[in-house]
């Protein structure tokens, strides 16, 4: 039985997600293994374990890759999910050092091959790193490498051995950002308590979301959040690890920075959300809240830890409500002419199909119509009352659809000139009643033949 406790980040869906892991179990112990003629044969010896026993390793967990890195030969094993999922060309990889190269995202390939040649040379024997790497898509996910380097002698390789967690994949992960959530950011402050290691954390929180949801809508906003993420790992270049907390905060946090560099990372995070953002083709500047926090030894419990970023951020920002903070007007007015018409009220062509589609979404039962609404004769009817009394008349006839609309009845729109068009329920009634009203809008400025 599974059970999804949401003070710890964990998705209500959990029991569909177990689901999904089992079937993904499942396929994979009944998938069709590699055909390994065409690959060249390794020595077992290279790695000291059997390539069966590391397929069954494969099995273990959706979107953790486990690998072997022969550090003498510079090859490695990795499991089958790893192929897969990222489109290695093979489980077995020579020079492998060079290959990733080409697979880490060009920000972050710096900070990723320093590190790892601190394995190669001996310096480093635990490393524990997030990057994004290109999957088998194409496409890039967030990964956090962790691994640990097993000394050889004459007789036993040198092994660098671990594994990749694609953090697209499992449960614990953001789907709109692809970051850590609040599960993840727990259980990594524990484990810096535990080591009573240096650690910074710096908490940043986006404002004023509940309007830019009700402006732009919430698919756009979580890509607007997924920019963010994408800026701070950027900053970050895998050496901090990076959460979403909360819908719109988000936490870096450091446990190998000293404080004189951990404040640089926090100058340079500012930087970088304080910097204008694009949103659904609109550029804005959304006001966001940073607050960095430092200890020396980290001993304190991970809620007291948590509060006193709170504490922090409420500091900062006052006692004003998260979503109370204003757009600014220039750029509020730019994005409402975008997508509504200032004459009708109602939305533009292409905002009317995005909602639309939206609506139908929802609305799974019946049967759905799109009438249109020509009002004929606009020109002579402005030639003959002026342009003051037609807008008045268009208006009129925006506000019969808009109050159709408002009563959860469809969606309408305004294609300009004298045309309007409105989602409905495809019922002759309905239909009917839209024509009565939108008659008896028109009438009130002139009830002579054709209008």
Known sequence: ????????????????????????????????????????QVHADD????????????????????????????RILWSQGALRDLGLPSEHIDNYRDYWKTRVHPDDLEACIDDIDQVYNGT???????????????????CRARGFRIDGDGNVPSLYVGELVNHSLVETVDAATGLGTQRMLVNAIDACRRDRCETGLIAVRVRGTA?????????????????????????????????RSRSVQFVVLSNDLGREAFEQLTRHLKEAVFAPIRIAGDTITPVCLVVPAFYEHLTHQTTAVLGELDRRL???????????????????????????DSLTGLYRPSEFMRRANTFLKTRRDGTWCVATVDMGHMRLFNEWH??????????DVGTVLKDIENADMGVAGYWGQDDFCILIPFEHD????????????????????GF
Do not use: C, W
């Open 1 to 40: 039985m599974s059970h999804a406790d949401p003070a710890l980040g964990e998705a209500s869906n959990r029991m569909t997600l177990d689901a999904d892991h089992r079937m993904y179990d499942y396929k994979l112990r009944h998938a069709m293994h590699l055909d390994r003629r065409n690959i060249t």
């Open 47 to 74: 790695f000291e374990i059997s390539d069966r026993v590391f397929d069954a390793f494969s099995m273990l967990n959706e979107g953790r890759y486990y690998f072997i890195e022969n550090l003498d030969k510079h």
């Open 124 to 142: 480093k024997h635990r490393r524990v790193m997030q990057y994004r790497v290109r999957n088998a898509a194409g496409g890039y996910v967030l």
């Open 211 to 243: 309007k830019l949801n009700e402006l732009y809508g919430a698919e756009a906003v979580d890509n607007m959040l997924a920019e963010y993420a994408g800026r701070m790992l950027s900053i970050t270049r895998g050496r901090s690890r990076v959460y």
């Open 314 to 340: 409420r500091t900062a920002g006052g006692l004003v409500p998260n979503d109370s903070l204003p757009i600014p007007e220039a750029e509020r007015k730019s994005a409402i002419a975008e997508r509504i």
């Open 386 to 395: 002026g342009q003051v009394e037609g807008d008045r008349t268009l208006a």
């Open 430 to 449: 309905t239909v009917h009643q839209i024509y009565s009203r939108v008659r008896e809008a028109v009438a009130k400025h002139d009830n002579g033949v």
